[in-house]
């Protein structure tokens, strides 16, 4: 087996490839002066089964080119297989066509990846709201790993929360929120969450009894930083002790982590899908355990 890292993922997919038990693939990765990529696979893929690990975060239209354009060399160049992993999935969230003539972008991302040759494809807690499963969108076998089991091992050896609730900050965090707090053997809850501009949401926390306990979010994705702050002011006003935040992916847009920690956030932990200041876990053990399966 090849493990390869797209230039979004080049130290994940060294970390997945050690957690095998392989050398890391090679890959030559170059920009011309016009943007436009030049692209070389070094390792000898014929007849083997490749994975490639590339996030779409951030540039994610230039890493989602890079990702069909190896995909499709791989092919190319006769790789039996050809496992797809984006841990963090652009244009995920955008899964129906809500006025007409809209791009639902996540079906056309499956059908690009297909059609580039990918013959099975992993993504981490991707939000998918109306189409649920992403073995929904793709016609080759995928599927939606989690990261939350080993945020919460992590919550539990490294923050040590006292009498901890897990909130999921909105109901869709549910299953986070309950998966965290299975490895902290702790009671969850969800809030409700209003949206009220891009960067502004309203918080109802519902009748959890918060007063001394440590509040522990769960949640996908962290980018403004205006749903965990919401709903942090709101544990506080509740009588909160401490309020750590856990999420998978960790975007964290312009002034995320400052307005966070204003609203007494102490600690905020993310994965290695994002490089961030906060990624203190990998998503590499979930990737490889999937990957070996
Ligand atoms: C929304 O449904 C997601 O689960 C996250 O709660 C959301 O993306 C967080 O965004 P922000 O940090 O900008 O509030």
């Not at 964290?252 to 307005?259: D, N, P, Q, S, V």
Request: with cysteine; hydrophobic share 40%; glycine share 8%.
């Amino acid at each position: 087996m090849i493990i390869l890292g797209g230039s979004a993922s080049g130290l994940l997919a060294d970390k997945v490839a050690k957690e095998l038990g392989y050398e890391p693939g090679r890959l030559e990765i170059k920009k011309f002066p016009d943007g436009e990529k030049y692209l070389r696979v070094v390792s000898e893929v014929r007849g083997e089964d490749v994975v490639v690990v590339q996030s779409l975060y951030r540039n994610p239209d230039e890493y989602l080119f890079e990702l069909m354009l190896l995909t499709d060399t791989l092919r190319d160049l006769g790789a039996r297989s050809i496992t797809g992993v984006a841990p963090y999935l652009a244009y995920a969230r955008q899964d129906a066509r809500f006025n007409p003539g809209e791009a639902v972008s996540s079906v056309s991302l499956a059908r690009f990846f297909e059609a580039a040759g990918m013959t099975s494809f992993f993504t981490v807690d991707t939000h998918l709201h109306r189409l649920e499963e992403v073995s929904k969108v793709f016609k080759i076998p995928a599927r939606n790993l989690s990261a939350m089991p080993l945020l919460g091992k992590y919550a539990l050896e490294n923050l040590h929360p006292k009498n901890p609730v897990v909130i999921g900050p909105d109901e869709e965090a549910e299953p986070w929120a309950a998966s965290v707090a299975k490895e902290l053997d702790a009671e969850h809850t969800v809030f409700h969450k209003k949206r009220v501009t891009s960067s502004k949401v309203e918080i109802d926390t519902g009748h959890i009894e918060l007063k001394g306990r440590d509040a522990v979010f769960a949640d996908d994705i962290i980018s403004t930083g205006g749903t965990i702050a919401e709903a942090a002011k709101a544990c506080k006003k509740k009588g909160a002790r401490r309020i750590f935040a856990l999420c998978t992916h960790p975007v964290l847009a312009e002034g995320a982590l400052k307005r966070i920690r204003a609203a007494g956030v102490s600690k905020v932990i993310g994965t290695d899908s994002i490089p961030s200041p906060i990624s203190k876990v990998s998503v590499a053990p979930v990737i490889a355990k999937a990957v070996r399966a």
